[in-house]
């Protein structure tokens, strides 16, 4: 296919399965693809995303890029695609690129951030953005402990799955949890925080299974010493506790 163009989107993952298309479920990429094949009124072209996301997993900003004969004046097709999208989905940019570019080996840093509130019950339309934990956590601890992932590290009891030989060791450029200043809603609760997590790559349910100990920490149910133990590579036990889906935003993507 003669043509590869990156397009920039945003969507809301409470009712999607993820990114990858898959049989019997409803995915993002899926919703894509049926925009595509009605705008362009064949299904002769592909398209590839930066990464996965889990069910329930919404995006600040993702990409994807479409392989295509078709010559797209990004401009006018634009307004187009959003029109034909569903709600929950937008796309921001188009951008043409050429067949040297590799979506997934040229990302060199994405960033995610977890929404969360603790001590009270949210309001219910809080649910597809905003994970709620009744208790009353220990933010300061939670703080400190999250500092403990930044650096280089064995993440394997970070990891879902991993395929044989995988390689568990990361870089974590940026970890901390943050007042929350970039989304608002008249139904949030007054204070809201962020776990950001930045790296050049992540392991499968990696960052949800940093948020669940950073919440086993901030509970009082764990260490910080236990925290510190998790990456040392010593065992090859998963973590127990998994932060939901629901409060993950995949926020950005930089390319090299």
Request: glycine share 6%; hydrophobic share 40%; proline share 4%.
């Amino acid at each position: 296919m003669k043509n590869h163009y990156l397009f920039h989107i945003q969507f809301l993952g409470f009712r999607y399965h993820g990114w990858l298309k898959q049989p019997g479920y409803k995915t993002v990429q899926a919703m894509v693809e049926k925009t595509f094949e009605f705008l362009f009124q064949h299904n002769h072209f592909k398209t590839l995303g930066c990464s996965r996301t889990d069910a329930k997993v919404s995006a600040n900003h993702y990409v994807f890029e479409l392989f295509t004969d078709e010559d797209i004046d990004a401009t006018a097709f634009l307004p187009r695609f959003n029109k034909n999208l569903p709600n929950d989905i937008r796309a921001l940019k188009i951008e043409k690129t050429t067949s040297e570019f590799n979506i997934i080996h040229a990302a060199k840093a994405k960033e995610y951030l977890y929404l969360f509130t603790h001590g009270q019950k949210n309001n219910p339309f809080c649910a597809a953005q905003v994970m709620s934990i009744d208790e009353t956590l220990d933010l300061d601890l939670m703080r400190t402990g999250a500092a403990y992932f930044a650096g280089t590290h064995d993440f394997r009891r970070y990891c879902a799955e991993p395929k044989p030989g995988q390689n568990f060791i990361r870089t974590i450029d940026v970890c901390e949890i943050i007042p929350n200043t970039l989304f608002t809603a008249n139904f949030f609760p007054e204070q809201t925080y962020f776990f950001r997590v930045k790296s050049n790559g992540f392991l499968r349910y990696q960052v949800r299974l940093m948020m669940g100990q950073l919440i086993s920490l901030g509970k009082g149910e764990s260490t910080l010493a236990d925290l510190k133990e998790t990456l040392s590579g010593s065992s090859d036990v998963p973590v127990r506790h998994i932060g939901p889906s629901s409060g993950l935003i995949l926020n950005a993507v930089e390319f090299n």
